[in-house]
């Protein structure tokens, strides 16, 4: 079998993840970002300098590092077809963490077991700045976290339309973005968290969404999920449930998985989850109703249980 590295691949070149080695946490970020054995990777290109490379899997394009690269085995597959089509992957059951199936509901290591702290931290917009641990009567705060190119800042415009703003973390250039939507008599306010792959705090981004994550800053978080992705997705998930946070699972791109003829037993998955999943396209506004109807239920219901 002829193995080679991902980092010796040239721009259109391709192939099948065979293992993936390095230190635990570089090892660790690849798999989070889907790249595990099984999958076909491509080499897209390379920055001028030549690193970090420009990979594409599952329909989704990821700059990595040429060492990080390097870590990674692949059996070269046959070339690209002209116009660099995605070659789709096939679903696969479960997630897969270190080489083992993660199954909902099992043991989870150590650094993501219920770390939610109290402290400070959040984000500041321009204009009248959330304050962590204050609430006003009538106000839920919903964070927004999901992988990047999951349609997260579509979902988010959906949901709060021309009333939002945009400011900066507490002493970080991270952006962050805050809106509102009111409901009734119950005003929603939206946090869009930047996308991240894990809590694991591997960048700046990652940092700022676990920070306000773990602080007294939200009451509740919904995960935006990419439908024909799941696998890749439910990592963050996985370690979102672990927060001691009521949670809903936006399932976004719903249109796209039925289209790549890929159909998910949503009860099942919410089952597994413990937590509430709503299909949806959020570039249409389907589903958004219903997600905005089960953020209030569950809100009613976390008021009710307190």
Not at 40 to 46: A, I, K, N
Not at 179 to 205: K, M
Not at 223 to 232: I, K, P, Q, T, Y
Request: charged share 25%; proline share 8%; aromatic share 4%.
């Amino acid at each position: 079998m002829d193995e080679r590295l991902l980092s010796n691949l040239r721009p259109s070149e391709n192939g099948s993840v065979v293992r993936v080695e390095g230190p635990d946490d570089v090892r660790r970020r690849l798999v989070e970002m889907g790249i595990v054995p099984g999958v076909t990777v491509e080499v897209v290109g390379t920055a001028p300098l030549g690193d970090p490379l420009e990979v594409s899997l599952r329909g989704y394009r990821l700059a990595i590092r040429r060492s990080e690269a390097a870590g990674v085995t692949v059996v070269p597959g046959p070339p690209t077809p002209a116009g660099g089509a995605e070659v789709d992957q096939p679903a696969r059951t479960g997630v897969v963490e270190d080489g083992q199936p993660v199954v909902p509901g099992a043991d989870r290591p150590a650094w993501s077991r219920r770390w939610r702290r109290r402290a400070g931290g959040g984000c500041h917009p321009q204009a009248a700045p959330f304050e962590p641990g204050v609430r006003t009567a009538g106000t839920v705060v919903v964070a927004l976290a999901g992988n990047p190119n999951t349609g997260k800042s579509s979902l988010f415009n959906a949901l709060t339309g021309g009333r939002q703003h945009v400011g900066n973390w507490p002493g970080k250039t991270v952006a962050c973005a805050e809106g509102s939507r009111q409901v009734g008599g119950v005003t929603i306010r939206f946090v869009d968290l930047p996308g991240t792959y894990s809590l694991r705090t591997a960048s700046p981004e990652e940092e700022a969404a676990r920070e306000f994550l773990t602080s007294d800053g939200p009451d509740m978080v919904v995960a935006v999920v990419d439908s024909s992705n799941l696998e890749r997705n439910l990592f963050l998930v996985l370690e979102l449930a672990e927060l001691d946070l009521p949670l809903v699972v936006a399932a976004n791109m719903a249109d796209l998985a039925e289209r790549r003829g890929r159909s998910v037993a949503w009860a099942d998955l919410a089952a597994e989850l413990g937590a509430p999943v709503v299909p949806m396209v959020a570039r249409t506004g389907v589903g958004v109703e219903e997600l905005l109807d089960t953020i209030l239920t569950l809100s009613a219901a976390e008021v009710k249980a307190s």
